[in-house]
């Protein structure tokens, strides 16, 4: 794929904008039941909540809407 960096192992998924907020609220759950034995996790789950809420906040601002990717 061109563009793609060595040891760049992302993938693109299509939501709805149901099917975003969905996801959001789960990873918001798993945000909320992760302690500090799971640190790592915790940091990496608050950066994907700030991906989809880019996300969501792109469709809610006339962005791609339905469809929009996460990276």
Do not use: F, Y
Not at 13 to 24: H, N
Not at 28 to 42: C, I, P, Q, Y
């Amino acid at each position: 794929m061109a563009g793609k960096l060595p040891g760049d192992d992302r993938r693109r998924i299509e939501l709805s904008p149901d099917e975003l907020r969905l996801l959001g609220t789960a990873v918001r759950l798993l945000v909320n039941s992760l302690g500090r034995e799971e640190a790592d996790e915790l940091e990496e789950a608050k950066a994907l909540l700030v991906k989809l809420d880019h996300a969501g906040s792109s469709a809610r601002d006339g962005g791609r809407g339905v469809g929009d990717e996460i990276a």
